[in-house]
């Protein structure tokens, strides 16, 4: 067997196909080139046999025509029934009799029923059933392992993503290519423009537009600049950008999510386990059948036809459908997952998903963007509120305060002015001139300080602002010893655009209850569920939760008999995420090893929750589809193979036995490849 395996594949690509692994090392080559020859082989067999020249009314013959079946034909079971002789034996070795196993019952009885023949043992012409019997397993069995290499041809196409070789920086500032296998943490390297990050890192030069899309399944690139992180495999769209090296090989975010994908695809659920045992029974009742049919025909019928129909029983009982049902959709629902950025660890809690009627939401960096935005700026009369923003953020513009750096970010699009005699005034505010005038930048500690005078309709304003959560800072003039206040700016962490369709879209789904939980203060939390579309009295808030403690929450739903999904960032989340019926981690792009969450959402957007919930769904359909196909099938084949309907007239041979099975393998494969269709990154409205 192992000559029929290129190094290619002796990657076991049966790493996700469950309870149907046992022909594992099997992969489309070899059954493709072994089906080729056997069909060349079967070809003349079938035209040479006196019961094909009977029903077409023709007839042949040459001098050793009498030897073409049992030649051909011998060639065809050795050569072409190899794999399937190899597996049963496997099979009874492992004591786990399956498909293998009856298969290869199936063509030795037919062979030794044709040998018999040739002796005058039998009155069978058996020879051309026998080919065109291996012959169309073989076929069923290539389109079998093709369409499971295409489900798990997501690990393949990850690992594609990265580039074969770096442009590497060295100390003096010139670049030469090494190879990926090369590269280690603190190494500088060149990416062009078009080309792939070859490792984690951050880009210390330069700024560009990344596609992300391999990663969070986000269509759109995404802007990046100095300091901030690149992931390997992405593509830097537009420009040219220096990387400094922070992982490489098996800890890079783009290796972290091909074993999440590998470890999704070998796991087994619950629905998996109860093909196995289907799949292990049917061979018990297909053999209670085979003997029963082979006595029974023999009783009242012939030998002959004991034989025929007792193979035709083992051929079409063979599991092939069942064994495929559960794990192609397994390693195609996770094969599609990861291209839309869902990475699921844990089949059992993807199994869940669909039965969730409560999806609790952390805020902070879920809900929200995590980081605080400008959101409002007064000014005081006699000024403009342009010129407030655009002077705080000159007097900002040294600052590493990360309101600092918001204040600096939202007065890009605008006109800019240069600061000096910047200096930092520790736990109260920055101060420094601007054309000629000193200014300050504060809270309320630096407006104690320089008993600041405040105009009388800024403090309502500001207020409103503080109630809703926001952070206020002032702008200040001074002048000797007076300070007066020109404006103010509100900064709060700044709910997610899309955050509002996800929780419409839950809704959608059916989805009962949608919680949000913060360790913000009650009034903050409800100004940003009214932002969301929170509904009184059907939604929950969680309010001032230590984060120690969001794990009580998730049990305080789940003892009112809720089944609940707890979506947070995975950094203080850990334990809600572990107790909850569903974890999922989300905004993980570059941290894909959280081990509390059994799905992981690669972006940082909450729409991909309603995805997890439409893969779900629709995976679980196409099980329950396949097996209710399987199984029914089986069902009425076993008996009709047998004879029990012959005294109608209705009769089975084993080829088209057979083809048959082969063909309730094929519908289950393409029932499971409609997944493809199902809409899982987020449709932006």
């Known amino acids: 067997m192992e000559t029929d395996r290129t190094p290619h594949d002796r990657h076991d690509r049966h790493a996700a ?17 072994r089906f080729w020859l056997s069909l060349a082989l079967t070809v003349p067999v079938v035209v040479t046999s006196h019961m094909v020249m009977d029903w077409f009314g023709y007839s042949l013959d040459f001098t050793g025509m009498s030897l073409v079946g049992p030649v051909l034909g011998s060639v065809v079971f050795f050569y072409g029934g190899w794999p399937f002789l190899v597996g049963g034996v496997r099979e009874i070795r492992d004591r786990a009799p399956g498909m293998m196993l009856l298969i290869s019952m199936a063509i030795t ?52 993503l990265l580039p074969d070789d770096a442009e590497q920086i060295t100390e003096d500032g010139r670049t030469h290519r090494v190879s990926v296998t090369e590269l280690r943490a603190g190494d500088l390297v060149l990416v062009r423009s078009g080309g792939r990050v070859p490792a ?30 690149v992931v390997a495999g992405t593509v830097a769209t537009d420009s040219t950008i220096r990387v400094r090296v922070e992982a490489v090989g098996e800890e890079t975010a783009l290796a972290g999510i091909q074993r999440l994908v590998a470890q999704a695809q070998a796991a087994s659920g619950r629905a998996q386990v109860l093909a196995d045992r289907f799949a292990a029974l049917l061979f018990y009742v297909a053999m209670a059948a085979a003997v029963l049919t ?27 459908a069942l064994g495929l049902a559960i794990p192609l959709v397994i390693a195609l629902s996770t094969a599609v997952a990861a291209k839309a950025g869902i990475l699921v660890k844990d089949r059992l809690a993807l199994e869940r998903m669909r039965t969730v009627d409560a999806v609790l939401f952390d805020k902070t960096g879920t809900l929200t963007k995590g980081a605080h935005t400008v959101t409002a700026v007064a000014a005081a009369p006699g000024h403009r509120e342009d010129d407030v923003l655009r002077l705080a953020a000159a007097v900002e513009a040294d600052s590493e305060h990360p309101l600092a750096r918001a204040i600096v970010a939202a007065a890009r699009s605008g006109p800019t002015s240069t600061a000096t005699d910047f200096r930092s005034l520790t736990g109260r505010g920055v101060r420094a001139d601007v054309d000629g005038t000193r200014y300050a930048v504060g809270g309320p500690a630096l407006l104690r300080e320089l008993d600041a005078r405040m105009p009388p309709e800024l403090p309502d304003t500001t207020e409103a602002w503080s109630a809703r959560g926001a952070a206020v800072l002032h702008l200040l003039t001074l002048d000797g010893d007076r300070a007066d206040v020109i404006g103010a700016i509100g900064l ?15 809704r959608e789904q059916g989805i009962d209850k949608i919680v949000m939980i913060t360790g913000d203060a009650r009034p903050v939390a409800e100004a940003v569920a009214g932002d969301l579309g929170f509904r009184p009295g059907v939604d929950e808030i969680f309010a001032e939760v230590l984060p120690a403690d969001k794990d009580r929450a998730v ?15 995975g950094v203080n989340d850990a334990p809600a995420l572990a107790r909850a019926d ?16 059994g799905v992981v959402l690669a972006s940082s957007d909450p729409r991909g929750v309603t995805g997890v919930i439409r893969l779900s769904k629709a995976s679980y ?29 209705v009769t089975l041979s084993p080829a088209v036995g057979a083809i048959l099975m082969s063909a309730s393998t094929i519908v289950v494969a393409l029932n499971a490849q409609l997944l493809r269709r199902v809409r899982l990154t987020p449709q932006d409205q």
Not at 137 to 154: D, F, P, R, S, V
Not at 555 to 569: E, F, S
Not at 584 to 595: N, P, S, W
């Open 582 to 597: 569903v974890g999922i981690a989300i905004g993980a792009g570059t941290d894909v090893a959280i081990e509390s969450a």
């Open 492 to 506: 709060a962490d700044e709910v997610r655009p899309e955050a509002r369709q996800a929780i419409a879209e839950l």
């Open 200 to 229: 984690d890192g951050r880009i210390t030069d330069g700024a560009a537009e990344l596609d992300e899309s391999m990663i969070t399944g986000e269509s759109r690139p995404v802007r990046r600049g100095i300091g901030d992180p």
């Open 555 to 569: 049990a305080d739903l789940q003892a009112r008999g809720l089944t609940v999904a707890m979506v947070g960032d």
């Open 294 to 320: 082979f006595v029974t025909w023999w009783a009242f019928g012939s030998l002959d036809q004991s034989v025929i129909r007792t193979v035709t029983v083992l051929v079409i009982a063979c599991p092939h």
């Open 109 to 160: 009885v037919a062979y030794v029923a044709s040998l018999a023949t040739n002796i005058g043992a039998v009155d069978l012409d058996f020879w051309w059933e026998l080919a065109a019997l291996v012959t169309i397993m073989l076929l069923g069995h290539w389109q079998e392992m093709k369409a499971i290499g295409q489900a798990q041809g997501a690990l393949s196409a990850l690992a594609a």
């Open 17 to 33: 196909h469950g309870g149907h692994d046992k022909h594992a090392g099997h992969d489309p080559e070899m059954f493709r080139r």
């Open 621 to 649: 359909r196409k099980m329950v589809q396949n097996l209710g196909w399987a199984a029914g099938y089986n069902i009425v084949a076993i008996p009709l193979a047998a004879g029990a309907l012959a005294w109608a007239g």
